[in-house]
């Protein structure tokens, strides 16, 4: 069955890096979309990064563009995270989907991952 697993989250003083990954089975992961979303604590979940099935292309949140980049490399999906601030601060979730885009809401994404939490503080 379709299965993704995050892992690379844990605590970061401001201005660190983390790499999240998502690894994917059974599926290929060429033919969906995968995004990054996040959530913090009384916030809706919101949608980070997003690669395209179709040609690899890269879309980010306005909130994360020059510091964060995501990446897919045969089964696995990676948003390395650079100059992180406190209110980057959430469980981050990968979802998958064949048509879905960074635009999409998270309901219309068919497919998720448990979540990783990150915590950037001093």
């Known amino acids: 069955q379709v299965q993704l697993v995050e892992s690379g989250g844990g605590l970061v003083q401001p201005g660190g890096s983390l790499r999240l990954s998502c690894a994917a089975s059974?599926?290929?992961?060429?033919?969906?979309?995968i995004g990054w979303f996040r959530q913090a604590p009384g916030k809706e979940r919101e949608g980070v990064s997003c690669i395209s099935s179709s040609d690899g292309s890269t879309t980010y949140a306005d909130s994360v563009k020059g510091r964060f980049t995501i990446s897919r490399d045969r089964d696995t999906v990676y948003l390395q995270m650079n100059s992180l601030k406190p209110e980057d601060t959430a469980v981050y979730y990968c979802a998958a989907d064949e048509v879905a885009t960074i635009e999409s809401p998270p309901y219309l994404w068919a497919y998720w991952g448990q979540g990783t939490q990150v915590t950037v503080s001093s």
């Open positions: 059974g599926f290929t992961l060429d033919d969906y979309a």
